[in-house]
């Protein structure tokens, strides 16, 4: 799939540290027989700093990984790039938006093309190519199949819990995966924020990540966190878009502000990975697990952020995705995610953490079909059942685990 962006382009791969954005680099540079700069290295980070025309204005492929920690690389490309026009040049990889870096080393806004690498999703873990929201998008009416799920509630907390990096997944144990996501959170609060900005109250980082885990899939509520960690707003505001910058945690616009004036404008808020949140919040599959009330509210929570998350990976390797957001009414009806295509589609998305789901729960699916009207393609209710079916014309039902079946 990357190969083909190369083909078209220059190419910029975004995504959280350790998700696997060098292997995928290396494996490029393998393939069209291009070089490598990882200014990850100190010593090769200083020869690209002191001369980066140099290593950068040469014949084929360059790839250079975590291109952030020397913005002037991007200066030498946008030369490199006026003298010679050809595509497919130069790739980047970075672990930091690229908006997140000062304006002055943005000369590349807009002649490259930006690829978001998340966490390896269910399909990838299981060695299985996703297709549920391509078929989707090209017949509506044909992703009921009839067939029944065999994934259990334990199965999908243990998912949950386990997440997508790949040195989680592949720990040897609970502890030892725990034990590496403290050591990705510190990391990235340590190292990657404090790169990107000089903060006052830095030492408060970990405590704010650790209140919006809390609010993982509820309407960003900047004040509360704020309240929460001791900070002022302004500071908190600033604090959680620098989390962002870093991928820890994700901002779900709202969808269609325009659309009508019952439509609420507020962001959603998703910690990127749900095995992550899961840690932030000390929440094993044990206590996922349990009959207390909050337990099952905070898998509620981490059950939409695992299943938005999963569908943004599957609409990140697609063409003709126009957008993605949440909608919500003043009244609280809301939709989990919605997609947008190109054609002005509309593709909508709630996600249930039951074993079944009354027709008073698909209420929010038949208010926003009813006010988009014809632009409404389908709406599917997620939940955690075995079998799916066509609750009415345009609204189904299926199991979680369809996105990967």
């Known amino acids: 799939m990357c190969l083909e962006f190369v083909d078209r382009g220059e190419l910029l791969l975004e995504g959280p540290r350790s998700v696997g954005k060098s292997t995928l680099l290396a494996q490029i540079a393998q393939r069209r027989g291009g070089v490598v700069l990882d200014l990850d290295d100190p010593a090769e980070r200083d020869a690209v700093q002191a001369d980066p025309n140099l290593l950068i204005d040469r014949e084929g492929l360059v790839c250079v990984d975590e291109y952030q920690k020397a913005p002037v690389v991007l200066d030498a490309i946008k030369h490199a790039l006026n003298k010679r026009t050809s595509p497919g040049r130069f790739v980047l990889a970075g672990s930091a938006r690229h908006d997140a870096l000062p304006s002055a080393a943005q000369s590349l806004t807009g002649r490259m093309t930006q690829l978001p690498v998340y966490p390896l999703s269910q399909g990838e873990l299981a060695g299985v190519r996703e297709t549920f929201l391509e078929d989707l998008i090209a017949d509506p009416n044909a992703i009921v199949t009839g067939d029944r799920s065999q994934t259990s509630r334990d199965e999908y907390i243990e998912r949950i819990v386990r997440g997508g990096f790949p040195l989680a997944v592949n720990a040897s144990s609970d502890r030892a995966r725990a034990r590496w996501m403290d050591g990705y959170v510190r990391l ?7 790169e990107l900005q000089r903060l006052r109250q830095g030492h408060m980082l970990r405590g704010l990540l650790e209140r919006l885990a809390g609010q993982t899939a509820q309407v960003l509520n900047v004040e509360k966190a704020a309240r929460d960690t001791g900070l002022d707003k302004a500071t908190t505001d600033s604090y959680v878009t620098l989390l962002e910058k870093v991928f820890l945690v994700y901002r779900l616009p709202a969808w269609g502000k325009t659309l009508t004036a019952r439509s609420a404008a507020t962001p959603k808020s998703h910690v990127m990975d749900s095995g992550v949140a899961a840690r932030l919040l000390r929440l094993t599959p044990g206590k996922l697990g349990s009959l207390d009330p909050t337990a099952r509210t905070e898998f509620g929570h981490l059950l939409e952020t695992f299943v938005v998350t999963e569908l943004l990976k599957q609409a990140s390797w697609l ?7 949440h909608w919500r ?41 009813d006010a988009v009207g014809a632009n409404f393609a389908g709406g599917v209710a997620f939940y955690l059942g075995e079998r799916e079916y066509t609750y009415e014309d345009g609204v189904h039902v299926v199991p979680v685990d369809r996105l990967w079946r």
């Open 188 to 194: 990235t609060l340590e190292r990657d924020v404090r």
């Open 319 to 325: 063409d003709g995705v126009a957008g993605v957001g």
């Open 329 to 369: 009414t003043h009244d609280d009806l809301e939709v989990d995610l919605v997609v947008e295509d190109d054609g002005g589609r509309v593709f909508a998305f709630e996600v249930k953490a039951g074993e079944r789901v009354p027709g008073e729960d698909l209420k929010p699916l038949k208010r926003l079909r």
